[in-house]
């Protein structure tokens, strides 16, 4: 029987005070965060745009915690090696954006970063058959991509079980999550679980981070 991997917990930045971002930060370094989720949406693979590179190299800056970014743009590899540089740690495409993904994938990898590649809630898994042994990460949205505060997809789930059985690697999910719906995710077979409102808007942020890491066995 295989070892269960650590519950990671990944603050999505989306939901932070960006008027205080560097005291949010400290916050959820504080709190116990692993990873800090950054999404990139550029307005036309999703109808929202947030923050871009030069963002990226401020957080950066400001904690040593690894920059898990999400790529929610179109033509995702003419952007690699600015993301790269900016200071990520780990860069997932989508493979509804991306025209050549085992190109794209092998480009993170030559510039030394962990490679991920994401499915929106109607994808497949057999969309990413074909290039799962070149990632790190697969994770899978359970909401549409584009806005936080969306209720979770449970309808997702099945395919998380389904990838887990043939595949060891980090799987990550993203929408939706809080304590209830990260049990499920990890039952599943996630081990790295994204959320915003749910950790940026508790009172307690470590307590927060806590009940989602909890396995709850």
Request: proline share 5%; aromatic share 4%; with cysteine.
């Amino acid at each position: 029987m295989k070892k269960a991997k650590k519950i990671l917990v990944a603050p999505s930045l989306l939901a932070a005070d960006f008027g205080s971002l560097s005291a949010e930060i400290k916050s959820i370094e504080k709190a116990g965060a692993d990873l800090l989720h950054l999404d990139i949406m550029d307005g036309h693979f999703v109808s929202n745009i947030t923050i871009g590179q030069a963002i990226v190299k401020t957080i950066r800056n400001l904690t040593g915690l690894p920059l898990d970014v999400h790529l929610m743009i179109e033509k995702p590899e003419k952007f690699i090696p600015v993301f790269a540089k900016s200071g990520s740690d780990y860069l997932t495409i989508h493979i509804e954006a991306c025209p050549s993904p085992r190109k794209t994938i092998g480009l993170i990898k030559t510039l030394g970063l962990k490679a991920g590649i994401s499915l929106k809630p109607g994808t497949g898994l057999d969309e990413i058959k074909g290039i799962l042994k070149a990632v790190d990460l697969v994770l899978f949205m359970t909401v549409e991509p584009g806005f936080g505060g969306q209720a979770f997809m449970p309808s997702v789930l099945p395919k998380v079980s389904q990838l887990r059985q043939v595949w060891d690697g980090d799987i990550e999910v993203d929408g939706g999550i809080n304590k209830n719906t990260a049990k499920q995710a990890v039952e599943a077979g996630v081990n790295i679980l994204v959320a915003g409102t749910t950790i940026f808007k508790a009172k307690d942020r470590k307590k927060a981070i806590d009940e989602l890491r909890r396995r709850n066995d």
